[in-house]
């Protein structure tokens, strides 16, 4: 008889035991596949938000983001400059392995219809988190190609690279694509305009004086030639100037052209409205939002509602704007419910552009606190970069680390997450951040870090085991210029060879645990095991060189320049490349 009651309360007890069980696993399973929000700033410096230490500018929102989850002190960029970053974050692959850094001086893209970009064969985490049933989008700057062979193969485009949805620009920000705002090919229409215009007006100058005198009769061929070349040069100036904004500068919803040229009247607020509608479309089912600012990148731009409001000019109004749209998506994952299942990650591609300055003096590049140089070079300012992440429901918050880690750190910890595992035909630089998010571990899975310029190695961080020490070795530094300013005033960048930068031999070394200012380079005399830390890297450097097998150059000249047969242009806006969906659409929703 007992037996039998013993039999019917265990009988009894195995449905609340297996609702039980099944809540627990339900539990189990949201917490390790969580809603992804991954948001990136352009050109901010890790110096520009408040709980990084400015005290000026107002980020409450990113500060919020950082209160509430881990601070990252040590956050590099995998590249100092747009295109190979992101390539980097893409595919948590250091840039050189997929063809995205260039030999020559120009390291990003400049023109939609070129024909390199992110190569059809490289894993981004979007296409890894799509194939766990993840829901995919990209908001804002993709800056990693567009097309192959026809302006319609798409190859290199969001929507090929894993990502359901796409809306923003496929280029960049720059300073062409706001009228009165000057240009970032200054220095080639100096090159291949004035300089040439000049030697012609010299030319047919002195051969009319030589004329007038006598002393040399010019035949009326090459006098009318050289007008014509004079001509040719200046029309194509002028055309180059009329057509490059709307070949070049506009928004697209997937495949569509929908705003050529683009407009910055509430750009920021247009993209704020297409991520929350992102969101609001997928609270059931597990999704991965890239919202990938302009801000603040070159034009600088701010709605009204910012412009004017911050103390830092027009590039504060900016950093405060884009602190606003934080704040936005934030609130949004409070409404919906979603905040404690969503793992949320803001970062810059890379540190401020310290040689931003407008013709009128205006600074239009952010700060990188105390370190030195910024964007396009591997000194401290231009690589680190804020580093935020908040999962309320996992990671504890109010967390700082000052570990190593990577922008290449998020493939394998989102790809892992998400249930994915990784590509194995091929080597994933990234680290999974788990553990050191979760205190499971004290120290950086990087032992070795490997900044590029460009594709050229330029110095290695060594952060041994068991040793709070951080050694970086350069093995060339830019010029900069003017000599002892901060950056390569100059060239507007700084580049990456000849004589645009000084070796070393033996290597420059600092120890960033002790210097982060990279001010005082160590010697044999200050550091006794000089040589044998440089031996060190250096047999890392090789070892890390004979896994970079030959790949397509992606900035080949071939690949780099602009290509008439993939230029992109709005349906039915004939020759002008001219079209406004935007607000047309807005015109008949009301």
Known sequence: MAQDHLQLFIAKMKIPFLLLFFLWEAESHTASRPNIILVMADDLGIGDPGCYGNKTLRTPN??????????????????????????????????????????????VFLFTASSGGLPT????????????????????KW??????????????????????????????????????????????????????????????????????????????GIFFSLLFLAALILTLFLGFLHYFRPLNCFVMRNYEIIQQPMSYDNLTQRLTVEAAQFIQRNTETPFLLVLSYLHVHTALFSSKDFAGKSKHGVYGDAVEEMDWSVGQILNLLDELRLANDTLIYFTSDQGAHV???????????????????????????????????????????????????????????????????????????????????????????????????????????WHPQNSTSIWKAFFFTPNFNPVGSNG?????????????????????????????????????ATE???????????????????????????????????????????????????????????RLSH
């Open 143 to 220: 800056h990693l190609g567009m097309s192959c062979h026809s302006k319609t193969d798409f190859c290199h485009h969001p929507l090929h690279h894993g990502f359901n949805y796409f809306y923003g620009i496929s280029l960049t920000n720059l300073r062409d694509c706001k009228p009165g705002e000057g240009s970032v090919f200054t220095t080639g229409f100096k090159r291949l305009v004035f300089i040439p215009l000049q030697i012609i007006g010299v030319t047919l100058l002195t051969f009319a004086a030589l004329n007038c005198l006598g002393l040399l009769r010019m035949p009326l």
């Open 355 to 461: 040689e931003e300055v407008s013709s009128k003096g205006e600074i239009h590049g952010g700060s990188n606190g105390i370190y030195k140089g910024g964007k396009a070079n591997n000194w401290e300012g231009g690589i680190r970069v804020p580093g935020i992440l908040r999962w309320p429901r996992v990671i504890q918050a109010g967390q700082k680390i000052d570990e190593p880690t990577s922008n290449m750190d998020i493939f394998p910890t989102v790809a892992k997450l998400a249930g994915a595992p990784l590509p194995e035909d091929r080597i994933i630089d990234g680290r999974d951040l788990m553990p050191l998010l979760e205190g499971k571990s004290q120290h950086s899975d990087h032992e070795f870090l490997f900044h590029y310029c460009n594709a050229y190695l330029n110095a290695v961080r």
């Open 62 to 107: 990113i500060d919020r983001l950082a209160s509430g989850g881990v601070k990252l002190t040590q956050h590099l960029a995998a590249s100092p400059l747009c295109t190979p970053s992101r390539a980097a974050f893409m595919t948590g692959r250091y840039p050189v392995r997929s063809g995205m850094a260039s030999w020559s001086r120009t390291g």
């Open 121 to 140: 064969n490289e894993i981004t985490f979007a296409k890894l988190l799509k194939d766990q049933g993840y829901s995919t989008a990209l908001i804002g």
């Open 528 to 586: 006794p095991r000089f040589y044998e830390i440089l031996k060190v890297i250096q047999e890392a450097a090789d070892r890390h060189t004979q896994t970079l097998p030959e790949v397509p150059n992606q900035f080949s000249w071939d690949n780099f320049l602009w290509k008439p047969w993939l230029q992109l242009c709005c349906p039915s806006s004939g020759l002008s490349c001219q079209c406004d969906r935007e607000k047309q659409d807005k």
């Open 488 to 524: 390569c005033f100059a060239t507007h960048v700084c580049f990456c060879f000849g004589s645009y930068v000084t070796h070393h031999d033996p290597p420059l070394l600092f120890d960033i645990s002790k210097d982060p200012r990279e001010r005082n380079p160590l010697t044999p």
